[in-house]
């Protein structure tokens, strides 16, 4: 099967609206001590049946989220998507659009993300959303951004230790050459005191940066943390899994300014670590000092209802100095499966997603703390992920547990050295009873091998 479309006589038409004779000629200007003089060191080439059974070959040394049931979590999550939204998403006029954000995207794109926006704002209780960014991560640094041209303060963050690790890595690379002092208040029992992150916030202080529900699924003190950070003059942002706002309090009541989340959850499939959707909302007063694009609403001059891009704060629009991120992208399409994810399940749909994952979370947390070995980490609340510590070593375990068939979670040692014997455990809607049964028996059998 041929891949590259020229053929002879494309190449010699080509060569010849040049006024060249051959490649060679085409590749004169590279030095021939540079140029290769050999075939590439490379297979040869298969036929479309060969290579088809190779990559099936390859793609079945995969141990995905359709092979084993999946507990693992941290970020990254194995919820149901319905086809509804593979279907919508995949019409060529959404799937092959090239960056819907410029000013000639099509009304149907424009009117998509309008849609995503109202979602989030809804789903969030602020004012506006934006059109979405890389992924959760990269939104809390940007947020971070924001809140020091926001308040203009630039001499400390504060950021939770039970805010997502890799978050926190993100953020210190994006401060690592600024002027703001990054100081981390830890996570003791599963959460952050709020005394002890009120005696970290000061005067010069720009944000405080949390996270709800935790890394570790556990319910923190948020209005106490939001209070604290607020006593000083710093904004309070707040990192959410947007599957638990069809269960819990709405940010916008307990006093956020800027939210952040990763929408991986929103009917995109874990495809591996990426790409994800950074979700991002603020209060309207913060709108001007939003990264990224909105998309807004309008009439045109037939009076026909019509979408328009209403904001972008970037220095390839504005001044330099008033920008506020070089950020030159939304994740459009997977902003589109957020949309059609959340419009096709409605508020008790998601409810119903968020109850059962927290309702199964639970049953599998006390089932497992049955196991000889294993013990909860942490007393309280939690939403639909929980750490458990093991008597063992759980890279070990956790091998041993893969043998058996599942994906059993994820290893907290690595940057938790307080925890290097804790395991993070998540459980979504998808899971049966008997998927976590089988779970507790093969930690059982995992221990007793380790």
């Excluded at 939304?330 to 409605?346: F, K, M, V």
Aim: hydrophobic fraction near 40%; charged fraction near 20%.
């Amino acid at each position: 099967m041929a891949y590259i479309a020229n053929t002879p006589d494309d190449v010699r038409v080509m060569l010849g609206a040049i006024g060249l004779d051959s490649l060679d000629q085409l590749f004169d200007m590279v030095p021939p001590e540079y140029r290769l003089r050999r075939p590439l060191d490379i297979p040869q080439a298969l036929g479309e049946l060969e290579l088809t059974d190779h990559l099936t070959r390859l793609l079945g040394r995969n141990e995905a989220t359709d092979r084993r049931p999946c507990f693992l979590g941290g970020g990254a999550y194995d919820h149901f998507v319905p086809a509804v939204v593979d279907s919508l998403a995949s019409r060529g006029e959404f799937f092959t659009a090239y960056t819907p954000y410029q000013p000639e995207a099509s009304q149907g794109t424009l009117q998509a993300t309008f849609e995503y926006q109202t979602l989030v704002s809804q789903l969030t209780g602020m004012d506006v959303s934006n059109a979405s960014l890389y992924d959760g991560g990269s939104a809390v640094a940007e947020a971070v951004l924001m809140a020091m041209t926001v308040t203009g303060k630039h001499g400390r963050v504060v950021v939770a230790g039970s805010l997502h690790p890799e978050a926190r890595q993100i953020l210190a690379t994006f401060l690592a050459s600024l002027a703001p002092e990054l100081v981390e208040v830890p996570a003791r029992n599963g959460k952050v005191d709020p005394d002890e992150l009120a005696a970290a916030v000061t005067d010069d202080t720009a944000a405080v940066v949390l996270q709800y529900p935790n890394f570790f699924g556990v319910l923190e003190e948020i209005e106490s943390l939001v209070d604290a950070a607020k006593s000083k003059g710093a904004l309070a942002i707040v990192s959410v899994d947007p599957i638990s706002l069809g269960l819990l309090r709405r940010p916008d009541t307990y006093g956020a300014d800027i939210v952040v989340g990763e929408g991986q959850g929103l009917g995109n499939p874990l495809q591996y670590g990426g790409p994800y959707l950074g979700i991002m909302a603020c209060r309207e007063e913060y709108v001007r000092k939003m990264p990224g694009r909105i998309v807004g609403q309008t009439v045109d001059r037939h009076g026909k209802r019509c979408w328009v891009l209403t904001l972008q704060t970037r220095e390839q629009h504005i001044r330099r100095e008033k920008a506020t991120s070089n950020i030159c992208t939304n994740q459009g399409l997977l902003a589109l499966r957020a949309s059609i994810y959340l419009a096709a399940l409605g508020p008790v749909g998601l409810r119903q997603v968020a109850e059962l994952s927290t309702r199964k979370a639970h049953y599998a947390a006390e089932t497992l703390a049955k196991v000889p070995g294993l013990t909860l980490a942490f007393d309280g609340p939690f939403f639909k992920e929980f750490v458990v510590r093991s008597a063992k070593d759980p890279a070990k375990v956790l091998a041993e547990v893969g043998n058996r068939g599942y994906h059993g979670g994820i290893a907290l040692g690595r940057w938790y050295p307080d925890l290097a014997d804790g395991i993070l455990v998540a459980v979504t809607e998808k899971r049966t009873r008997e998927e976590i049964d089988g779970l507790a028996a093969a930690y059982a059998g995992a221990i007793a091998a380790a």
